[in-house]
């Protein structure tokens, strides 16, 4: 008999845990493990990319907390569960108070991203750890938030890292030169064999610093008259402000918004440079997907960056605290002789080939789901 997981989500809306999760249900083999999925609020537009035999319930949960969601969750575990999977804080909350603190079903929780200022103060860092007790084991998506947790008092006897991994044959490069004026035309973006490219790949959130990336654009668009900025990504608070400002930008000619993409492929292979400005993550799933796609990644020192990327030869993780530092190290980024950048995209590409794969992921996390109900 398979084992049967309840996934635990917020949201499937557009956002790299949901797109890494959706893909790991959809790998693994279904039988040896059964997936339904529970979402607090809407379902989102990844679930549409669920295997058709994967259930998902959307609870349509309102702001604040609701008991109504406990019962709603206690009605959905009759059905028989063996794991219960959460991811990030709010969906522990429920999961436990659905369990009587872990006792009916054994939770496996994940934490996805290095937690904000707002996770940092005494009530939330209480609460976790109360309900980390909870859980029969904690992972994390990199050893770097792992042993940032650790360092926090957000310890378990079961806290591993699981580290995300990446689909090297769907992310891939362009083979050819002559590939790319194709590319662009599929896009619609005018073709310049001199043109320098450069990407984020995020829902616009202020943790993402679209608009950090927007102003080092716009102070160096005089030197480098080729340079296109794309925004690949919808959704979060920070959408409509970064728009606006891109909009009134005197370069808004040369900056470009792609939205949401359900397949963002095309566009990591037409880009040059992909900008990884965040301040709180786990481990990029952007930076993974642009490597694997032989693009090089500015990333800023965030959490996970330097287990992805080791060296100058592999890309460049850099202190950008402010947009100045991001704007001097952008600079530098587009000073590289388009030879010198290939070069390093290539290095990329076999990096995340060797130590990222996405089989190695989805047998670490077969092995936990495993070791949970034992």
């Known amino acids: 008999m398979p084992i049967r997981i309840l996934e635990i989500v917020d949201t499937l809306e557009a956002g790299g845990m949901e797109h890494q999760l959706v893909h790991l249900i959809n790998r693994l083999d279904p039988s040896r493990f059964e997936f339904e999925v529970c979402c607090l609020r809407q379902a989102g537009v990844n679930a549409m990319k669920l295997d058709s035999r994967v ?43 659905s369990t009587a603190g872990g006792l009916t079903h054994p939770i496996f929780h994940g934490e996805h991203a290095q937690l904000t200022p707002d996770e940092l103060g005494r009530k939330r860092l209480w609460q976790r750890r109360l309900l980390y007790r909870t859980c029969r084991a904690v992972h994390t998506v990199s050893e770097s938030q792992r042993q940032e ?27 050819h030169a002559n590939e790319r004026a194709t590319a662009l035309a599929k896009l619609g973006v005018p073709f310049s064999a001199e043109g320098i490219h450069l990407g984020i790949v995020a829902r616009f959130g202020a ?27 919808d959704g979060g608070p ?57 693009v090089p990644v500015l990333s800023h020192d965030n959490c996970g960056a330097r287990e992805i990327i080791h060296s100058d030869a592999e890309g460049w993780v850099r202190d950008m605290p402010n947009r100045d530092r991001l704007e001097q190290h952008l600079s530098e980024a587009l000073r590289l002789s388009p030879q010198d950048r290939q070069a390093v995209g290539r290095h990329a590409r076999q990096v995340v080939s060797t130590r990222f794969s996405w089989s190695k992921m989805a047998e670490d996390y077969a092995k936990a789901f495993q070791a949970c109900v034992r």
């Open 238 to 294: 920070m959408k409509e402000t970064v728009l606006t400002q891109a909009k009134a930008s005197v370069f808004a000619d040369r900056i470009h918004w792609a939205g949401y993409q359900k397949d963002p492929t095309p566009w990591y292979q037409i880009l040059d440079l992909l900008v990884v400005p965040s301040l709180n993550e786990g481990l990029s799933n952007s930076t993974l997907e642009a490597m694997s796609s032989g």
């Open 207 to 233: 943790y993402k610093r679209h608009l950090d990336l927007l102003r080092a654009f716009e102070s160096l668009a005089p030197h480098f008259p080729t340079a296109r900025l794309f925004m690949i990504g």
């Open 55 to 97: 259930k998902v319930h959307a609870l349509e949960k309102k702001e604040g907390f609701q008991t109504s969601v406990i019962r709603q969750i206690r009605d959905l575990l009759r059905r028989g569960f063996d794991v219960i999977h959460t991811h990030n804080l709010a969906p522990l909350i429920y999961a436990s108070a």
């Open 149 to 175: 947790l650790v360092r926090m008092g957000l310890s378990h006897s079961r806290l591993t890292a699981i580290c995300n991994g990446v689909n090297t044959e769907h992310f891939a490069p362009l083979h």
